[in-house]
Structures are given as structure tokens and as C-alpha cells.
T-cell receptor
Framework: NAGVTQTPKFQVLKTGQSMTLQCAQDMNHEYMSWYRQDPGMGLRLIHY???????DQGEVPNGYNVSRSTTEDFPLRLLSAAPSQTSVYFC?????????????FGPGTRLTVT | AQSVTQLGSHVSVSEGALVLLRCNYS??????LFWYVQYPNQGLQLLLKYTSAATLVKGINGFEAEFKKSETSFHLTKPSAHMSDAAEYFC?????????????FGKGTLLTVNP
């Protein structure tokens, strides 16, 4: 198993540009989520999905869109990038929502918006 | 609602010394508790978890944590620090049931190990 994969590893955008961060998992996990990590802030939940076709907002959803058309993929879209979105983005998955099961993390995407 | 407080954003120990990283949580229902480690420029890796079984939980790399309900704490310890333990550590809380699917993280504690 590859686990949770993310592409790209690094990205530089100009203000106003759009892009999609890709996330895929090959563990047949129902639950997937996106976090952003900023210095001194820990990880903050952006959006999550409890299954294909079902998504919901986390604590910092503004400026981001998600969709979940398949179990495997959970892309994160930045519609109009802003410098405040400069961050490291992590995708994570676990087998089921609402349990004590381990959450697996991807290696992250480091995004800089100039 | 649930929250996590990690006391000390930066802890520095000497190699061979005790490691103690503090985590306090709040949760209105019995929690699941996790410790994750993040090495530089990498993703998060699970160290250990508490899911209402034994209150003393052993994890990887010699780490362990004790769940103390009366103190709402889940502190992480290791008897003897190694240089390879230098990393950032995150405590996280979740709970089962209802519509709560959220894993809430603390702000992290950066562990430095001095030779």
C-alpha cells in the first residue's frame, strides 16, 4: 500500500491564482480530511468527508472547496489564492469516522502564495 | 466541544534525560486521545493512542502516556531521551458517536535533545 499520497510537494502561486491539491489513499478508508499547519497553531481542520459524495466544513473552510467523487480521492481546491493561505497542507484518512482508529497522514504540500 | 492544551511550546532535554511532554484535554464525553510525532519536513506519525482500555498506553520508540481522568491529562513520557527523538509532538483528542468526526490537535511541543 502507498498509504496517503499528496501532490505536489511544493507549490508557489501568485495572489488570485487557483489550484488543486491532490490527495489519494489506497486503504479503502471512508473518512478523509484536510488540515493546514501554521507555526504555533498546530493543525487546523479545513474540510472533511465521511464517504464518497459527502463533505463538510471544518474550522477554517473559507477560501477552500472540496469534493469526494470516489472513495480514494479527496482534492482540495483554492479558488483565488491569498497570502494568508501560505501554509503546509496535510491530507489524512482513517477507516471510519467517529472512532478511535488511527488517522494516517500524507507527507504534506508546502504552499507559498506571493 | 473538545480542546487540547499542550503546556510548553518548546522543551529541551539532555540526551539520556527523562522526556515529559504535557497534554490536558477537555471533552464532554469520554475521549479518544492520541500523540503524534512530526519529524522535520515530514507528515505526522502516530506514537500511541488511548481508546478507553488500559490507562497506561505504550507506544513506539519507547514512549508511553498515562490517561488520568481526574486530571484530564494525557502526558507523554520517555525514560531516556535519544537524539533521534528531536521532533515536534502533537496531542490530539476525539470522541465517538454522534456527528463528531473531528480530531482536535494541540499547538504542538518542539522537543530538542542536547548531546
Amino acid at each position: 500500500n502507498a498509504g496517503v499520497t499528496q501532490t505536489p510537494k511544493f507549490q508557489v502561486l501568485k495572489t488570485g491564482q487557483s489550484m488543486t491539491l491532490q490527495c489519494a489513499q489506497d486503504m479503502n478508508h471512508e473518512y478523509m480530511s484536510w488540515y493546514r499547519q501554521d507555526p504555533g497553531m498546530g493543525l487546523r481542520l479545513i474540510h472533511y468527508s465521511v464517504g464518497a459524495g459527502i463533505t463538510d466544513q471544518g474550522e477554517v473552510p473559507n477560501g477552500y472547496n472540496v469534493s469526494r467523487s470516489t472513495t480514494e480521492d479527496f482534492p482540495l481546491r483554492l479558488l483565488s489564492a491569498a497570502p494568508s493561505q501560505t501554509s503546509v497542507y496535510f491530507c489524512a484518512s482513517r477507516k471510519y469516522a467517529g472512532t478511535g482508529l488511527e488517522q494516517y497522514f500524507g507527507p504534506g504540500t508546502r504552499l507559498t502564495v506571493t | 466541544a473538545q480542546s487540547v492544551t499542550q503546556l510548553g511550546s518548546h522543551v529541551s532535554v539532555s540526551e539520556g534525560a527523562l522526556v515529559l511532554l504535557r497534554c490536558n484535554y477537555s471533552s464532554s464525553v469520554p475521549p479518544y486521545l492520541f500523540w503524534y510525532v512530526q519529524y522535520p519536513n515530514q507528515g505526522l506519525q502516530l506514537l500511541l493512542k488511548y481508546t478507553s482500555a488500559a490507562t497506561l498506553v505504550k507506544g513506539i520508540n519507547g514512549f508511553e502516556a498515562e490517561f488520568k481522568k481526574s486530571e484530564t491529562s494525557f502526558h507523554l513520557t520517555k525514560p531516556s531521551a535519544h537524539m533521534s527523538d528531536a521532533a515536534e509532538y502533537f496531542c490530539a483528542v476525539s470522541h465517538s458517536g454522534g456527528s463528531n468526526y473531528k480530531l482536535t490537535f494541540g499547538k504542538g511541543t518542539l522537543l530538542t535533545v542536547n548531546p
